[in-house]
């Protein structure tokens, strides 16, 4: 599977964005699928992951109740709804793919393109 994240920009304190990741494929709906960020001074850090079906989702401490995923396994996409969001959450935002339930990046594969967020105090 190919992936492809879009949405990210550049946004105040307490704003919103809707991050996008468009997959390519057929297999999409056989995948957990994860939101990592990244920033130079950071190694990558899991956000939140979804399950196959949509039925489990789990997230970073830091951004539960103020981030949802998503995923329309129709449209072959997944998404990341981002409230409240804080100076904190400045990063380049990843999709991934994965055939388990994980929180590590070493459990993920068919890295995308980055998105990148910036989120001004």
């Known amino acids: 599977v190919q992936l492809q994240a879009s949405g990210g920009g550049l946004v105040q304190a307490g704003g919103s964005l809707r991050l996008s990741c468009t997959a390519s494929?057929?297999?999409?709906?056989?995948?957990?699928m994860g939101w990592f960020r990244q920033t130079p001074e950071k190694e990558r850090e899991f956000v939140a992951g979804?399950?196959?079906?949509?039925?489990?989702?789990y997230y970073l401490h830091s951004v539960k109740g103020r981030f949802t995923i998503s995923r329309d396994n129709l449209e072959k996409m997944v998404f990341l709804q981002m409230n409240s969001l804080k100076p904190d959450d400045t990063a380049v935002y990843h999709c991934?793919?994965?055939?388990?339930?994980?929180?590590?990046?070493?459990?993920?594969?068919?890295w995308g393109q980055g998105t990148q967020v910036t989120v001004s105090s």
């Open positions: 979804i399950s196959r079906s949509g039925v489990t989702t």
């Open positions: 494929g057929r297999t999409f709906s056989s995948y957990n």
């Open positions: 991934a793919a994965s055939s388990g339930i994980s929180r590590s990046p070493v459990s993920y594969h068919s």
